[in-house]
């Protein structure tokens, strides 16, 4: 697609619910990345996906998160038992790869999932 | 303590006014810089990046690197109100995308 997309935009769940965000990166994108960012916070690395594979699961704040790559495109991450302190906003980022010949590599970040926990 | 420090605000400063933004760090082995723009309730977008020290110009944005300092910052001229947003500094070790380090934002209102 023409940029990142993020599924739900806003979601609203009890204590205890198992929820699931998804992303679409930017088509023919290799590298997928989740971020974390509460209020007026700034991002928290969650995890990063290199094709289907997750290299980097360091950020992964509890054994309650998971997140998943499926044919080098979607992700999903999954909130078991969700908590009151898993309300934020989760934002996916895609990259055409995860080195540049150039330098830094480049992120592109959807809009976010606004996530409530009641 | 943070490894990056960015001063929350709000900033507000009048309709063009010169904005200066900035960022401290203490991991010496940064070496590459950026600064994103968010918009309320969208994704960061990247606005500059830079290399190691020196400054970067960029339409009305100029970005500035101290690595002595370890301080950055971008400064934008002739603020519009358009420029009102959160703007994040980013910063890492490595040229890999992966683990950059933010600050927590700034929140810049442009007044027309």
């Known amino acids: 697609g023409a940029g990142v997309s993020q599924s739900p935009s806003n979601k609203v769940t009890e204590k205890g619910k198992d929820v699931e965000l998804r992303c679409d990166p930017i088509s023919g994108h290799t590298a997928l990345y989740w971020y974390r960012q509460s209020l007026g916070q700034g991002l928290e690395f969650l995890i990063y996906?290199?094709?289907?594979?997750?290299?980097?699961k360091s950020g992964l704040p509890s054994d309650r998160f998971s997140a998943e790559r499926t044919g080098g495109s979607v992700s999903t991450l999954t909130i078991q038992r969700t908590q009151q302190e898993d309300s934020a906003v989760y934002l996916c980022?895609?990259?055409?790869?995860?080195?540049?010949?150039?330098?830094?590599?480049?992120?592109?970040f959807g809009a976010g999932s606004r996530l409530t926990v009641l | 303590q943070k490894e990056v420090e960015q001063d929350p605000g709000p900033l507000s400063v009048p309709e063009g006014a010169i904005v200066s933004l900035n960022c401290t760090y203490s991991?010496?082995?940064?070496?590459?810089f950026m600064w994103y723009r968010q918009y309320s309730r969208k994704g960061p977008e990247l606005l500059m990046y830079?290399?190691?020290?020196g400054n970067k110009e960029d339409g009305r944005f100029t970005a500035q690197v101290d690595k002595s300092s370890k301080y950055i910052s971008l400064f934008i001229r002739d603020s519009q109100p358009s420029d009102s947003a959160t703007y994040l500094c980013a910063m890492s070790a490595f040229r890999a995308g992966n683990m950059l380090t933010f600050g927590g934002g700034t929140r810049l209102m442009v007044k027309p």
């Open positions: 996906f290199q094709g289907n594979s997750a290299p980097d």
């Open positions: 830079t290399y190691s020290s």
């Open positions: 980022a895609s990259s055409p790869t995860t080195a540049s010949p150039s330098g830094a590599n480049v992120l592109t």
């Open positions: 991991n010496s082995a940064f070496q590459y």
